[in-house]
């Protein structure tokens, strides 16, 4: 029963909502990059950053996602980054790549900054779908074969930061592309959508310089749906923090993270209130590490977001 609850949502998933979304990762923070380019050299660091993503704990074959970044300066306005993106979600899989490249202007001696960035994608989609794994009495109309593409995209943002707040605003899927197949049997995947993301944040200091509370909001909206995401993190000696999110698709998650010399840990979980099978798993479960390369180019460049 769980799995024929896990295969039919995951179906419908594909058949109706599939529109060329990079998988979702919480704890955005570590790689904002993912969704604005502008963020690459914003950090007093270069982040090396890999995340795991376990969806449906509890569910075999449920989907798991992962994520690689690495960005950092190359001269005192400049920067780089790249994103590895992968996506399991049977019987599909999605695979994305893309390179970074960010401009910082400085406004006033007040640290105020300015920056635009723009990124280029390579994206792979497969998916190999077997007849007999569908529930009984569910419509064959997703018969197919095999989806096997590539296709590319770009995105762009921009993004007004201090050492304490940061307003951003960017699209991704900005060509609207697509992996659309039609192959006779009733089964086409959706049209891209190009996705539209807010997000500001301000960090309090609330108990001499040893506490700072960091509220934020980010908004991802496209022609299909918007969500907001409502999140506060605590932050004790910045090398230390918990924090919980509520998005508006009915999710909640609780994370923490702390730093070992260059090193970040973080954990996540998440859980849905959202459809029947939200009841027979336990939630999603994530892990971050963050390797904080430190330069002289890095410290020189300017960037102030150093957690």
């Known amino acids: ?7 039919f949502s995951i179906l419908f998933f594909t058949a109706k909502v599939f529109s060329q979304q990079s998988p979702i990762f919480n704890n955005h923070f570590e790689s904002p990059d993912i969704n604005n380019p502008a963020f690459s050299g914003s950090k007093t660091y270069n982040p090396l950053v890999i995340q795991v993503r376990k969806q449906w ?11 690689v970044s690495y960005s950092g300066a190359v001269n005192n306005r400049s920067a780089l980054g790249i994103n590895f ?8 899989q999605q695979s994305e790549m893309q390179l970074n490249y960010a401009y910082h202007i400085p406004l006033n001696d007040n640290n105020y900054n300015l920056a635009f960035g723009i990124g280029a994608k390579l994206l792979y989609y497969r998916l190999k779908f077997d007849i007999s794994d569908i529930p009984p009495g569910q419509d064959p109309a997703f018969n197919v074969d095999l989806v096997d593409e590539f296709t590319g995209d ?6 007004f930061y201090s050492e304490n707040f940061y307003f951003s605003y960017s699209q991704t899927n900005i060509l609207e592309s697509a992996f659309n197949t039609d192959d ?25 310089n040893d506490w700072h509370l960091q509220p934020s909001i980010m908004i991802n909206s496209n022609k299909n749906r918007t969500l907001y995401n409502f999140n506060t993190r605590l932050h004790h000696l910045k090398n230390k923090w918990i924090g919980t999110n509520y998005r508006s698709d009915n999710t909640i998650y609780f994370a923490f993270g702390f730093d070992l010399n260059d090193i970040s840990i973080s954990y996540c979980y998440e859980h ?9 798993n336990y939630g999603s479960h994530q892990i971050g590490m963050t390797y904080k390369f430190v330069s002289e180019l890095s410290e020189r460049h300017i960037s102030f977001w150093d957690y």
């Open 85 to 92: 993106v992968h996506d399991v979600t049977l019987p599909s």
């Open 57 to 67: 704990l509890g569910f075999q074959d449920a989907p798991f996602s992962s994520n």
């Open 184 to 208: 006779g049997k009733g089964f086409k995947l959706n049209n891209g959508y190009r996705n539209h993301y807010y997000d500001v944040s301000y960090s309090f200091n609330i108990i001499d």
């Open 154 to 159: 770009a995105s762009a943002g921009a993004l």
């Open 272 to 280: 849905s209130f959202n459809g029947n099978i939200m009841i027979h």
């Open 1 to 7: 029963m769980k799995r024929y609850l896990l295969i």
